[in-house]
């Protein structure tokens, strides 16, 4: 048992250590105002982006959380490629039809695959975040434990960005993590790749749709896309398939149709282009061979689920149909208007309190777990098809 007076030490200790703590943070973040300065940018600007005394709590604690298990690729696709950004996108492209055009030609990259990129970064402008940048830079440079460097790097690029106009302070919100605007650029990114696109002098890719899609537009070229070649195409693998794959691992297609690889729409497979083979989720689910074109869209996000996710929107947007080969699984992937309705079923079956807001986080999968536990199915907390229909309403 422990004694009051042991408590009460402890509780000495702690807040001793919080004032510690907050006395090196206040000190952290006047060294932080001192390089911007240095940097270039104007005191005044300084002190209004870093008059923070504390650490930014939220910031801290989702840079601290450790996703549980890894998503499986259906799940992933499922809600970054659902009807509702295929149709959002078509009805985005018709509207922005002029400038994508204008991307398309001045860079070279195919417009459907900026649609995407803008899609899934930012769902079409309409999900930036809404961290304040300078805020979380400090919060993460000062009170975090990890590449303390690169957040201070990156807090310098974010009010460059203010200091020549691109954008003023108070627009600098975006992701905890640093990412914003319509293509979810981090501010080193900005400051080398951001494009003024609609000519107006400043390059705004959080109000202004022409320059973000040039922006991204840009990017993708920079980053080694070649005009007019495809980016990613579906195939069938033969059963039992044994041979090479790895997004690096590049044959001719030649080569590929050696090894019985077809294309999965039936199409000839043509014969010169270089690509890798993606087996997402193994031989017995859909295949895709993918050119050098998917390294560029990889180069926005080091992941292949997100460059396929980017390749499958664009096919999408274009009016190809969905993946012809299912995924290897009973229990595909929910859209984010199915993820909706799970948690209005799980809260009218009183598994879940609160509202309905589509994110599955830590407390949808507990309730998921327990109406899965009540319905004797196996516990998954998965936001799956099997639990979302055996939930339907009567
Ligand atoms: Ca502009």
Redesign the pocket.
């Known amino acids: 048992m422990s004694s009051p007076r042991i408590l009460a030490l402890a509780i000495g200790t702690f807040a001793l250590a919080s004032t510690a703590s907050a006395q090196n943070f206040a000190v952290c973040v006047t060294g932080l105002k001192q390089a911007a300065v240095r940097s270039g940018v104007h005191a005044s600007i300084v002190d209004r982006a870093l008059a923070i005394t504390a650490p930014d709590e939220k910031v801290l604690r989702v840079s601290q959380v450790q996703p549980e298990f890894d998503i499986p690729i259906w799940d992933y696709l499922a809600y970054l490629v659902d009807e509702q950004r295929v149709g959002d996108g078509r009805a985005m492209m018709q509207r922005h039809a002029g400038v994508l055009q204008a991307a398309e030609r001045r860079y070279g990259v195919d417009r459907h695959v900026i649609a995407a990129v803008w899609g899934v970064e930012s769902d079409y402008g309409r999900d930036q975040g809404d961290h304040f940048l300078p805020h979380a830079f400090a919060t993460l440079a000062c009170a975090g434990t990890s590449r303390v460097n690169f957040w201070r790097s990156e807090l310098m690029a974010a009010l460059q960005l203010v200091q020549r106009r691109d954008l003023a302070l108070e627009k600098l919100r975006g992701s905890w993590a640093g990412a914003f605007g319509q293509t979810q650029f981090m501010p080193s990114v900005y400051r080398r790749l951001a494009v003024?696109?609609?000519?107006?002098?400043?390059?705004?890719l959080i109000g202004?749709v022409?320059?973000a899609l040039g922006s991204a537009a840009n990017y993708l070229r920079r980053a080694g896309w070649q005009p007019g070649q495809p980016v990613m195409i579906e195939v069938k693998v033969p059963a039992g398939y044994a041979g090479p794959r790895g997004r690096r691992n590049r044959l001719p297609l030649a080569a590929w149709a050696r090894y019985g690889i077809v294309r999965a729409d039936g199409k000839p497979l043509g014969a010169g282009a270089l690509a890798g083979l993606l087996l997402p989720a193994g031989a017995a689910g859909p295949g895709f061979l993918v050119f050098r074109n998917f390294d560029a869209v990889y180069a926005y996000n080091h992941a292949e689920s997100y460059a396929l996710a980017i390749a499958h929107l664009a096919d999408r947007l274009a009016g190809y149909p969905p993946f012809r080969t299912p995924w290897p699984t009973d229990d595909p992937g929910l859209s984010r208007a199915e993820r909706l309705e799970l948690q209005r079923r799980l809260i009218a079956r009183g598994f879940l309190t609160g509202e309905a807001d589509g994110k599955i986080g830590a407390q949808s999968q507990a309730a998921i777990k327990e109406a899965e536990r009540r319905l004797g199915m196996p516990e998954s907390g998965r936001a799956g098809q099997k639990i979302f229909r055996a939930l339907a309403g009567r």
Do not use: W
């Not at 003024?196 to 705004?204: I, K, L, V």
């Open positions: 003024d696109f609609d000519g107006d002098g400043r390059r705004d202004s022409a320059d």
